[in-house]
Structure formats: C-alpha cells, structure tokens
C-alpha cells in the first residue's frame, strides 16, 4: 500500500514539472487619429457632417456607422521569448465628403469629425494640416452672401466654409474652390509607426494614413512630417 502511494505522488510531481508556465496576454492600444504638427491644427471637435452632392442636388451627409478610429491589437508572448509585436494596420471603410480648390483640397473624414486640409507645395505632394469640423446646423450661416467669386469659382460652404472664411491661412493656402462639396464613402487604412525593442516591446512611433478621392486617386498622409503625397510608397 506504501509503494502504491508513493507511486502516485510521484507521477503527480513528474506531470506538474512537465507543464509550462501560461502564456502572457498583452494588450497593445494603438490611435490612429493623426497629431497635427503645425501650430493650426486643433483638437478635433465632435463630428459634424457636411452636405453630400447627390446628382445636381446637395444634401447633409447622414451620421452612419463607421469604423471607430481606435484599434486593439493583442498579441501572446511566451513567458521568456523574445517576439515581434508590431501592430497590424487598420483597414475598412469610411465616410467622407471633398472638396477642390485652386491650390489644393479638402477632406471631411467622419469618425473623427476633422478637416483634412492638403496644400498642394509641389507635384503630386503638399503639407497636411487637421482642423476640427465646428460647424453647427441651424447656428452658423452656410455661406458669406457678400463674398463674391471670381468667375467660375465657388466659396465653400458649411463645414468647409467655416473654416475658409474664419481662418485667412487656409484661405491664402487654398483659394477659391473650384468643384462642388461631394460625399462618398472611401477605403481606409492606417499605418502604425514605432519600433519593437530587444525585450519584445512595441514602442509606437508616427504611421500613416491612407485615403481615395472621389475619382480613387490614392493619398497617403505622413505623420512623421505632416504631409500629403499622392501614390501609398
């Protein structure tokens, strides 16, 4: 009976040497909504959307469903490896509405209510500033009656408008538009940046976004340097 006994604890302890130490969960948050690093830009204000051309008619953009800008990504470390826990890019779909302009464009990107602002320095390539969308339905007036374009041009309006008219870098930036404001709904992906050190940790770092036009030109927006290029290399 006492060889029996001592059979089984000592199977017992031989089973728990065998097992290995649970894995660890490592949650990693990365925001992909970009820092502006110009002294313009805001923190962005709740969205606010603004009309979508429709045919010849103009409408207000509906508040719709969209991906939130804020992922999680996890990853499972063995207790004392060493692993690549970079964070996958974010891709999906979203709503905005543009705008072109003599010397550059506007963005309104939805899930986060911001102003994309793309000055155009150079072929193909600008600076990329973000406002927050401020304008309120019902509050603020559409458009400037007394501001009157050249001909062929347009003042733009609501969201767009706003900001144009109440900020003269913009304005100077920019000019006159040239198109209508136009809503559509446009693929999405965000880029993180960052490293990940000797002992497996990410450290985040400034990615990059990208985003279509209307006529699916492909933008790439750097947060390293707050600019714009056309083409994702």
Partial sequence: MRVRVVAVVLFVLLVASCQTAPPTMVVLVVTSTPEATTAAS??????TPDSAIAGSSVT??????????????TATLAPTATVNVFPTPTIGEIQVAEQLFQNGRMFWVQPTGQLWVLAITGEGRGTWTIYPDTFEDGVDPEVDPNLVPPDGLLQPARGFGKLWRMNQRVREQLGWATTPEFGYFSGYEYHPGGTVNAQGVYEPGPGYHILYSLYREQFRFNESDSTWQLGGG
């Fill in 42 to 47: 805001a923190t962005p204000a709740a969205p």
């Fill in 60 to 73: 207000t953009s509906p508040a719709l469903p969209s991906p939130t800008p804020t992922i999680a990504v």
